[in-house]
């Protein structure tokens, strides 16, 4: 699986197994768009849908996960096409820093938005705990986490 090879070293993960992008990709009336590289098999993935984002129309991209900053570049040119076949005018990505950077997303035409966002938590257990204690580095948040996108 293209996703476990991607999370081994990660302490706070999602497990984006054949049944849980089922789910997660099963909303009614939205449209969700898979994107690879071409190749025999998969070095980088992006999961996007079209949205309105303040006025513009836009790419979302959900997630996005590669082998390496070659793959991000590859994935991204596929992305750019495929927003300019769609008439699309901004693809946004939601991602932490340590993320971006280990995808290359800064250096290939993207910038960071003046808008900040945080993770909010309520402690219920122990593993809460060290979720909340986690460093930003052990983990990867991008929309396909949050069911809002």
């Not at 994107?35 to 959900?62: M, W």
């Not at 946004?92 to 995808?103: M, V, W």
């Amino acid at each position: 699986n293209f996703y476990t090879s991607q999370i081994s070293e990660m302490q706070v993960s999602l497990e984006k197994s054949t049944e849980f992008l089922k789910w997660r990709l099963n909303r009614p009336s939205i449209d969700y768009t898979v994107l690879f590289c071409p190749s025999e098999t998969p070095h980088a993935v992006a999961i996007v849908r079209q949205i309105n984002l303040n006025g513009f129309a836009t790419l979302a991209v959900l997630d996005f996960e590669s082998d390496g900053e070659q793959w991000s570049k590859s994935l991204v040119k596929n992305l750019v096409t495929y927003a300019i076949d769609h008439q699309l005018e901004v693809i946004a990505f939601s991602t932490n820093r340590t993320n971006a950077k280990r995808l290359g997303i800064l250096r290939l035409g993207f910038f960071r938005s003046h808008k900040k966002f945080k993770v909010i938590t309520r402690i219920i257990n122990l593993r809460s705990v060290q979720f909340t204690k986690a460093s930003e580095k052990s983990f990867r948040m991008t929309w396909i986490d949050s069911d809002t996108v």
